[in-house]
């Protein structure tokens, strides 16, 4: 069966068409995993060994098999469309296409998927100006570099290593308290630890890959 394509509209679904051009504009990140929570407007998805929750609205697409039928059930009862949950479920395997939208990440699209990549799920993907986006566990971190590991699917990881320097931004519950606090000269390892997960976005610089902005997901390691 195709799955059908709907956008969300706050708790109720409607059967909508977006250009091409405008999903591109804002898939600019990617994280495939399994839903562990809903909400009337949000998904928690277990990527690898982090959960992260994305906002939806009505400009959230909605890619699953069935979709069509409660949209259109929906519509019989004068409702405007079906419930979130009742077209997504929690265990269910998904890839949702995401940005940053005012200190949270808002899912541009969630399509039902077969099943995830062996170790629970993955997330890097290419944004604008080539840009990439790099989720995993943090390995090792110093002030000037951080390694992290994760999985890149097929049951395959990955470790990766960033440079730091004055211009990374470090992203995370109380980091900006931990920086006025210093007058704005905190290192790295005072906001970042070993075992943090961690969304990394990065660039290459010359041989190397650099750390543009470090965003603390899940707070479990002790920092420096």
């Known amino acids: 069966m195709k799955p059908t394509l709907i956008a969300l509209a706050l708790g109720a679904?409607?059967?909508?068409?977006?250009?091409?051009?405008?999903?591109?504009a804002q898939e600019t990140k990617?994280?495939?995993?399994?839903?562990?929570?809903?909400?009337?407007?949000?998904?928690?998805?277990?990527?690898?060994?982090?959960?992260?929750?994305?906002?939806?609205?009505?400009?959230?697409?909605?890619?699953?098999?069935?979709?069509g039928?409660?949209?259109?059930?929906?519509?019989?009862?004068?409702?405007?469309g079906p419930k979130l949950s009742e077209v997504v479920k929690v265990?269910?395997?998904?890839?949702?296409?995401?940005?940053e939208q005012g200190g949270s990440l808002h899912a541009s699209r969630i399509r039902a998927?077969?099943?995830?990549?062996?170790?629970?799920?993955?997330?890097?993907?290419?944004?604008?100006?080539?840009?990439?986006?790099a989720n995993g566990t943090v390995k090792t971190i110093t002030a000037t570099s951080m390694t992290i590991t994760g999985s890149s699917g097929s049951g395959a990881t990955f470790t990766q290593t960033f440079t730091i320097d004055s211009s990374t931004k470090v992203i995370g519950k109380?980091?900006?308290?931990?920086?006025?606090?210093?007058?704005?000269?905190?290192?790295?390892?005072?906001?970042?630890?070993?075992?943090d997960h961690v969304s990394v976005t990065y660039h290459a610089a010359g041989n190397a890959l650099h750390a543009a902005e470090i965003r603390v997901t899940m707070k479990t390691g002790p920092t420096k």
Request: proline fraction near 3%; avoid cysteine; glycine fraction near 16%.
């Open 30 to 67: 990617m994280a495939r995993g399994t839903v562990t929570a809903l909400g009337a407007d949000s998904v928690t998805v277990k990527v690898g060994e982090q959960e992260m929750k994305f906002s939806v609205d009505a400009k959230t697409n909605v890619e699953a098999v069935g979709a």
């Open 174 to 195: 109380g980091a900006g308290t931990a920086a006025a606090a210093a007058g704005g000269k905190t290192v790295v390892t005072e906001l970042v630890g070993n075992g």
């Open 91 to 99: 265990g269910q395997p998904v890839a949702v296409s995401y940005h």
């Open 113 to 133: 998927i077969a099943s995830v990549p062996s170790g629970g799920g993955a997330a890097a993907t290419t944004g604008a100006g080539g840009a990439k986006t």
């Open 69 to 80: 039928t409660r949209t259109r059930q929906a519509q019989a009862a004068g409702q405007a």
């Open 13 to 24: 679904l409607a059967v909508v068409a977006w250009p091409t051009n405008q999903l591109l």
